[in-house]
């Protein structure tokens, strides 16, 4: 598949290199959904709406139905269908496969009962359920999921939009990345270094957001006058990062390895795409394969900025910003 540009393709020949994804009819996805009923429904958003289904062998489903007025759900729907069908990875959601019938377009994934990680981490009640050992799981878990689309898979990708609602938890708490809709395939001469790191500042994020129990745009609108990143910046200058942990998750014998993650997660966040460690990198940190950590320069603060600056070695003059419209999530997904 190589370069082209998968939302090129006509609606005709979308699956033409796609042909072990198989198809199911709109009958067979009415009927595992209770006919699309509003008590199936996980959420909705820029896609269109989810639902949960259950086929009649008890197989769980969930269900993306593209809403026939979304121009960047079409977008999405063929972005996810040539990039997630190629992929197979414990780490990264399933995609079980698709309809395409009339008006009607569909995704078909594997049900992830306990929804995203945003919804448990940043809610005040559900946060108790992700202690340490848990937390450090999903790290891991994103950390393995990464470098396999970066280096293993059939494909090379970026995923260009990783954050903790795009981070769903099966029955035990084990991370899938999902939500390929904004992810870019790239060549073997493309995958330079450079490019891995854009991963890395996404995780950063997702390395602070995950020790705080806080999320970094709700952080900025509803709590303080700064920006998560900027106050953990803050808290490393006054040499008190302890103060960025969540109260109650930090048990003494965790507390260096919970502090690693600050520190890691700040390199990860560094202003300019050459100073930070790629996502291979990132898990050698973690885990103290690589013992001496750097000293983080300052983080670009700002969301946006970090996108832009991170991926305009990437894209030319392509613009970029990170899509915080995600699925309004009701149940598990």
């Not at 790239?186 to 390395?207: D, M």
């Not at 502090?259 to 990198?281: M, N, W």
């Amino acid at each position: 598949m190589g370069n082209k540009n998968p939302t090129d393709f006509s609606e005709a020949n979308m699956l033409g290199d796609n042909s072990e994804l198989p198809f199911f009819s709109v009958e067979k996805l009415a009927s595992a959904t209770n006919n699309f009923s509003v008590d199936n429904k996980l959420g909705e958003g820029g896609f269109g709406s989810e639902y949960k289904g259950t086929f009649s062998d008890g197989q769980e489903i969930a269900v993306k139905r593209l809403s026939k007025s979304s121009g960047q759900g079409s977008v999405e729907f063929k972005n996810e269908i040539v990039v997630i069908s190629k992929l197979q990875h414990r780490n990264l959601v399933r995609l079980v496969g698709c309809c395409i019938e009339g008006e009607e377009k569909m995704l078909i994934y594997e049900y992830m009962p306990n929804k995203s990680l945003d919804a448990l981490l940043f809610d005040a009640a559900k946060r108790a359920l992700l202690d340490w050992r848990i937390r450090f799981q999903i790290i891991e878990g994103i950390c393995r999921g990464t470098p396999y689309l970066h280096r293993d898979s059939r494909l090379k990708v970026i995923h260009r939009d990783l954050k903790a609602s795009n981070i769903l938890l099966d029955e035990e708490l084990n991370p899938k990345i999902s939500d390929f809709g904004m992810a870019r395939i790239f060549g073997g001469n493309e995958l330079q270094a450079n490019t891995v790191r854009v991963v890395g500042t996404y995780l950063g994020v997702l390395l602070l957001e995950v020790v705080s129990g806080k999320g970094n745009s709700s952080f900025y609108q509803y709590e303080h006058s700064l920006s998560l990143l900027r106050y953990s910046w803050n808290l490393w200058n006054e040499d008190n990062v302890r103060a960025l942990i969540e109260p109650g998750l930090s048990e003494p014998r965790f507390e260096e390895e919970i502090l690693r993650y600050i520190h890691v997660g700040l390199l990860c966040v560094q202003e300019f795409a050459k100073d930070r460690p790629t996502v291979s990198t990132v898990l050698s940190m973690l885990t103290s394969e690589i013992a001496h950590l750097p000293t983080p320069k300052q983080p670009a603060f700002v969301e946006r900025q970090i996108s832009s600056n991170a991926e305009s070695s990437l894209r030319g003059h392509d613009e970029c910003s990170i899509n915080y419209n995600t699925f309004t999530d009701i149940q598990g997904r």
